[in-house]
C-alpha cells in the first residue's frame, strides 16, 4: 500500500510538472498571437492589392509574350513553410503530409522542422524578414527563367480562425491569366510586359512573405489550443491521480487503525 501512495504521490509531481510546462507555452502563444495575426492582416492587404494589379496586366494581350506566362522547364519546386518548434497540435504534420502528395518535387524549406526534414534552407519562420523574401524571390526568378523548373509554388498554412489552420498549396509561377478578369483602360509605361516582368520578383517576393506571416500566425494559434487541450488534460489526470492516492491513504489509514486495534486484543 504504502508503495502504491508513492508512486501516486510521483506521479502527480510529474503531471503538474506538465501543467506547469503547458500553461507557459500557452502563455507565451497567447503573447505572440495578437501581434502574428497584424502583420498577417497587413500582409493580406498589400498582396490583395498587388493581386488586383497583376491580375490586370495578366489579362493584356501583350502580357502573353512575358516569359513569366508560360512553363519554361520541367519539374516542380515547391517552398515548404513549416514552424521552428513542434508542441503545435497537428501543424507541422499537416504541411508534411501536403508535401508528401507532390512526388517528385524539390522542396526549398523555411523553418526548423522543415529544414529537418528536406535539408538546408531558411531556419526561422519566425525571423524571415522582407529582405529574405526579397532575396527567395530574386533567385526564384531568376532559375524559372533559366528554365531549373515549370512550375513555383509556395506550401504554407493558410489561417482561417483561432480553430482552424488548412496546409495549402499556392502556385505563383508560371503566371496565369485569370478567367473573367477584363483588362481595364489603364496606361502602363512603358507597356504592359515590361512592367509585368519588373514586378514579378516584387509580386513573388510579397506572396512569399504574406505565406510566412500567415504560417506563422497559424502556428502560434495551432500551439495556443494544442496547449490548451495538454492543460485540461493534464488537470484532469491530476484530479484523478488525487482521488486515487486520497483513497489509498484512506485505506491505509483504516488498516493501520484495524492492525492497532486488532494488536491491543480490544
Not at 501512495?5 to 495578437?34: E, Q
Not at 527563367?145 to 493558410?158: P, V
Not at 485505506?251 to 480490544?266: D, K, M, P
Request: aromatic letters at 6%.
Amino acid at each position: 500500500m504504502g508503495a502504491d501512495i508513492k508512486s501516486l504521490r510521483g506521479r502527480i509531481r510529474s503531471v503538474d510538472s506538465t501543467l506547469h510546462l503547458t500553461r507557459a507555452m500557452g502563455l507565451v502563444a497567447s503573447s505572440k498571437i495578437r501581434r502574428a495575426t497584424q502583420n498577417m492582416g497587413r500582409s493580406r492587404e498589400y498582396t490583395a492589392a498587388m493581386d488586383e494589379v497583376m491580375a490586370q496586366l495578366r489579362a493584356s494581350p501583350d502580357c502573353a509574350k512575358s516569359p513569366y506566362m508560360r512553363p519554361r522547364g520541367r519539374g516542380t519546386r515547391v517552398i515548404v513553410i513549416a514552424g521552428d518548434r513542434g508542441l503545435a497540435g497537428g501543424y507541422n504534420a499537416n504541411v508534411f503530409r501536403l508535401a508528401a502528395t507532390l512526388e517528385g518535387a524539390e522542396f526549398l524549406p523555411i523553418g526548423k522542422r522543415a529544414c529537418e526534414r528536406f535539408g538546408e534552407g531558411f531556419l526561422s519562420s519566425e525571423r524571415f524578414s522582407g529582405e529574405d523574401a526579397a532575396k527567395v524571390a530574386e533567385e526564384q526568378c531568376r532559375a524559372f527563367l533559366a528554365g531549373e523548373f515549370e512550375r513555383l509554388g509556395i506550401l504554407y498554412t493558410r489561417y482561417q480562425s483561432m480553430m482552424t489552420q488548412v496546409a495549402t498549396l499556392k502556385w505563383v509561377l508560371p503566371l496565369e491569366r485569370e478567367e473573367g478578369v477584363t483588362a481595364r483602360p489603364m496606361i502602363f509605361e512603358p507597356d504592359e510586359q515590361t512592367v509585368l516582368d519588373a514586378a514579378v520578383p516584387t509580386y513573388v517576393s510579397g506572396v512569399l512573405a504574406a505565406c510566412v506571416r500567415e504560417s506563422f500566425a497559424s502556428e502560434v494559434a495551432a500551439r495556443r489550443m494544442a496547449m490548451d487541450a495538454a492543460g485540461k488534460n493534464a488537470q484532469e489526470m491530476i484530479d484523478r491521480l488525487q482521488l486515487q492516492y486520497n483513497r489509498a491513504r484512506q485505506n491505509s489509514i483504516t488498516q493501520e487503525i484495524t492492525e492497532i486495534v486488532a494488536g491491543s486484543g480490544l
